[in-house]
């Protein structure tokens, strides 16, 4: 898992779909701040029935107080070997693309996939807001722009890229900036590589407003499958691929049971939650996989 870049939004709730503009949003659940508890507010989360995205009704005001530094992808300290196995299957993934020379992944986090990007021989930059892990990038003479998405420009780096990545991070921001900046500093035929969660997959269907990849109030936008293709295509990226089976693929299947049930057990203070998630959490990430509804949606696109 990566880090994000905070976009600025309006609290004020929409009455329209941010991502197709459609006047076909209800509301889907209300849950709360699961993972950090920073404080005990109720988050609403609605439906567009149109293009089925899922988004949070207000974004916070305060949104920034949402992103602690012991927010996972800010953590050192969570620099383990899972996480050092999710990034060398991304890199297996790239290095297939033999015409990559440089990469921008936005949303760097603590840095750790770019160092290993960077020891593997790939020229990488990064895009970063949160400062305190950018000295660690340079000291690895890895080039980090401290900027929010929407303000970055061609001209903070020296060239257009070969590929962008972005892990974990359109669920954070304007998919629809997003999008745009991304076209703006990519080059004729690079790749694009997207991983977020997959609102399509058995896990959410089943936890719901429990669902570990809900990550309220942090994630505002969960696109489908549907929409982010569309969005992506409209915007001159052609879909190429959907990564199916992967390490990274499974552990997000298996955090998706596991950590869910912990948050159902914690909810209504039941054991049988947390233990019968526990069990299904010993097949279902495998059934996720081989069917195709794993709790990340993973992709490479191509611009046109």
Same mark, same amino acid.
């Given at each position: ?147 929010? *998405? +929407?303000? #970055?420009?061609?001209?903070? $780096? &020296?060239?257009?890229?070969?590929? =962008?990545? !972005?892990?974990?991070? /359109? ?27 997959? *609102? +399509?997959? #058995?896990?959410?269907?089943? $936890? &719901?407003?429990?669902?570990?990849? =809900?990550? !309220?109030?942090?994630? /505002? ?84």
């Amino acid at each position: 898992m990566t880090s994000i870049t905070i976009t600025h939004m309006s609290q004020n709730r929409l009455s329209y779909c941010r991502l197709c503009s459609a006047y076909n949003l209800s509301k889907l659940f209300d849950t709360y701040d699961f993972s950090l508890k920073i404080n005990s507010n109720k988050f609403t989360y609605e439906k567009c029935s149109s293009c089925e995205s899922v988004q949070i009704r207000n974004v916070p005001c305060n949104l920034k107080k949402y992103y602690p530094e012991n927010y996972d992808p800010y953590n050192a300290k969570n620099e383990n070997i899972v996480n050092n196995k999710i990034f060398q299957s991304r890199l297996k993934i790239l290095k297939k693309y033999k015409n990559i020379k440089n990469i921008l992944e936005i949303g760097s986090g603590n840095g750790a996939f770019a160092i290993m990007a960077k020891k593997k021989g790939f020229d990488i930059n990064c895009v970063e807001i949160n400062d305190r892990f950018n000295k660690n990038l340079k000291k690895n003479n890895i080039k980090v722009v401290n900027k929010r *998405i +929407e303000d #970055l420009n061609t001209s903070d $780096f &020296k060239s257009k890229f070969d590929c =962008i990545v !972005a892990f974990h991070l /359109i669920e954070h921001v304007d998919i629809n900036s997003f999008i745009k900046i991304i076209n703006r500093l990519s080059k004729k035929k690079s790749i694009v590589f997207i991983i977020t969660p997959n *609102i +399509e997959s #058995l896990s959410f269907k089943i $936890f &719901k407003r429990f669902w570990f990849h =809900i990550d !309220a109030p942090r994630h /505002i936008n969960l696109p489908s499958k549907k929409i982010f293709n569309k969005l992506m295509n409209t915007s001159g990226f052609s879909k190429q691929r959907e990564i199916q089976i992967s390490y990274d693929n499974f552990m997000s299947n298996k955090y998706g049971w596991d950590v869910s049930g912990y948050y159902m057990y914690k909810y209504f203070n039941n054991k049988f939650y947390s233990r019968i998630s526990k069990i299904a959490g010993i097949i279902m990430p495998f059934i996720e996989l081989f069917i195709n509804i794993s709790a990340q949606i993973s992709v490479i696109y191509q611009k046109k």
